[in-house]
């Protein structure tokens, strides 16, 4: 199934044919007032040079006049390979159709809402036949049903004909045309932009993200240049400082030397708190009791750094390079 942006915003059809594999484009009289365009042929001349192939309408109260304004498009400038004028169905239109044919114009029959339509407009030599399915399901018809009517007659009898599936409102209406098997899918950017979108899909490629960053990236990358340390002499009021600064809920405790002695948490404040009242942050972090700090080193892949999270049930770790405390990972950094 060729796939065609159906458009007349010159913006995103700049940026939908960066794709590279969009076959072509369909514009129509109510896009371009829709947005505001005032010289027609001014745009049609530019969207020819972007779009592979350009479906542009081609009106007309008689065939006559149908036929001259394709060809007074056609003086534009417009190559006849890579051009299809867009005809809608009627006598006049089926008449048009032929001629236009006749001359060696590429045309499609559109506004197709019955497979007789389709019929006439295959009989008279359309390259496409264009059945309308948002608008036609707007009105409570069975549109899906017309559409795959008229691919059937197309293999049938063997019409050199292109089932061209328009007026797509939703992903959903995508699917449809390729389970009726219709040649060419006609769709709105916004919705082409949703075709490859799906939670499950977003999901996986997170957890690849993920996973590349864990085994990839050492633990010295993430560091964020804060290193909240405070003196195992200074009060905890400091140590509640250097949290607030750094953003850490954690501040490593050196000696004198420099030397990590042990770690001083949120977590360990609030317990002080409920064990010694308000008091307790007039103390020094020397009249406190610190266990082994959990460290690593920061060579290590983030990898490592995950296990030693989950293995030891703790938020922060101090990075360290030979006996020197050079930063802390978070948690969340793995994120």
């Known amino acids: 199934m060729e796939l065609y942006l159906d458009s007349a915003n010159l913006a995103e059809i700049k940026e939908a044919f960066k794709l590279g594999f969009i076959k072509g484009l369909t514009t129509t009289p109510t896009f371009m007032h829709r947005d505001g365009v005032t010289d027609i042929d001014g745009l049609i001349v530019e969207l020819s040079k972007i779009a592979p192939i350009l479906q542009i309408e081609a009106l007309g109260d008689t065939a006559e006049e149908v ?59 359309a390259n496409f ?15 899906l049903d017309l559409v795959e009517q008229c691919v059937d007659a197309v293999e049938t009898y063997g019409y050199d004909a292109k089932v061209m599936f328009s007026s797509v409102r939703h992903p959903e209406h995508v699917r449809n045309a390729l389970n ?33 960053k864990l085994m990839t990236t050492k633990v ?84 490592e750094a995950s296990k030693v999270f989950h293995e030891k049930g703790v938020d922060n770790l101090m990075v360290m390079n030979g006996d020197q405390v050079v930063g802390q990972l978070d948690i969340q950094d793995l994120q």
């Open 67 to 125: 036929v001259a304004e394709a060809e007074r498009q056609l003086a534009l400038g417009l190559d006849k390979e890579k051009t299809v004028f867009k005809v809608p169905v009627s006598l006049e239109g089926v008449r048009a159709c032929k001629m236009l044919r006749d001359k060696g114009y590429l045309v499609n029959v559109h506004l197709i809402y019955t497979v007789q339509q389709a019929y006439m407009a295959l009989e008279a030599g």
């Open 129 to 143: 036949i264009c059945p309308l399915v948002g608008r036609l399901q707007d009105q409570g018809h069975n549109a």
């Open 180 to 212: 009726a098997g219709v040649h060419v899918c006609t769709i709105p950017w916004k919705v082409m932009k949703m075709l490859t979108s799906n939670s499950l899909t977003d999901l996986g490629i997170a957890q690849f993200v993920e996973h590349t």
């Open 220 to 303: 010295k990358d993430m560091l964020s240049g804060k290193n909240p340390l405070v003196n195992v002499n200074e009060p905890i009021t400091n140590a509640l400082v250097k949290m607030t600064e750094s953003g850490f809920g954690c501040v490593g405790v050196i000696d004198d030397d420099g030397k990590l002695v042990g770690t001083f948490t949120d977590g360990d404040l609030r317990r002080l708190i409920e064990q010694e009242g308000h008091g307790a942050v007039e103390k020094k972090l020397s009249e406190l009791t610190f266990k082994t700090p959990i460290t690593i080193d920061g060579e290590a892949l983030l990898y």
